[in-house]
T-cell receptor, first 110, second 114 residues
């Protein structure tokens, strides 16, 4: 059974810092891995999708990497801003559904 | 509007009542998914449709839950005889055909069962 773990569970940093959020999964037979952002009480916003054959994807200040063999992905956020404060969820595409981790709650203070 | 929409956004009901939620996916998307999210947890898969066919249901989807997607367009999720444990955010997502495609999520329907 696929299990997804995210570390740390919460993170509080000053504005301007570079951040790394970690995601690990137990079964390397995945189709893809997707990173989402969720603001309190809201739905999910897709940030990056990495296919199983890819090693990384970049969008603006965000970079996500995937190492299938070790069952790990990282989300790198450069030059963090208060507007980045949210919960970040990773999800692995496994057969026909996404399996989510419990998220990392990020707070960026001015 | 090109996003996934869900209605209602909030629902408060008494235990034992039936509730129905609606999801309108992005128009060209063939796949539609339902997930449930409780406080402090990641979303959990409930069921998905490819066009009008319901292809998989999670064990979380007890016989009190039913989902439909008539004509492969919008979908409804009905919960009969609601219980307090059904209180959660119900999220809908849609994507193009394959699981390798990005899933786009709606804003969710927050259900509170009193």
């Amino acid at each position: 059974k696929q299990e997804v773990t995210q570390i740390p569970a919460a993170l509080s940093v000053p504005e301007g810092e570079n951040l790394v959020l970690n995601c690990s999964f137990t079964d390397s037979a995945i189709y893809n891995l997707q990173w989402f952002r969720q603001d309190p009480g809201k739905g999910l916003t897709s940030l990056l999708l990495i296919q199983s054959s890819q090693r990384e994807q970049t969008s603006g200040r965000l970079n996500a990497s995937l190492d299938k063999s070790s069952g790990r992905s990282t989300l790198y956020i450069a030059a963090s801003q208060p507007g980045d404060s949210a919960t970040y969820l990773c999800a692995v595409g496994n057969t026909d559904k996404l399996i989510f981790g419990t998220g990392t709650r990020l707070q960026v203070f001015p | 509007d090109t996003g996934v929409s869900q209605n209602p956004r909030h629902k408060i009901t008494k235990r034992g009542q039936n509730v129905t939620f609606r999801c309108d996916p992005i128009s060209e998307h063939n796949r539609l998914y339902w997930y449930r999210q409780t406080l402090g947890q990641g979303p959990e898969f409930l069921t998905y449709f490819q066009n009008e066919a319901q292809l998989e249901k999670s064990r979380l989807l007890s016989d009190r839950f039913s989902a439909e997607r008539p004509k492969g367009s919008f979908s409804t999720l009905e919960i009969q005889r609601t219980e307090q444990g059904d209180s959660a955010m119900y999220l809908c997502a849609s994507s193009l055909l394959a699981v390798s495609e990005t899933q786009y999520f709606g804003p969710g329907t927050r259900l509170l069962v009193l």
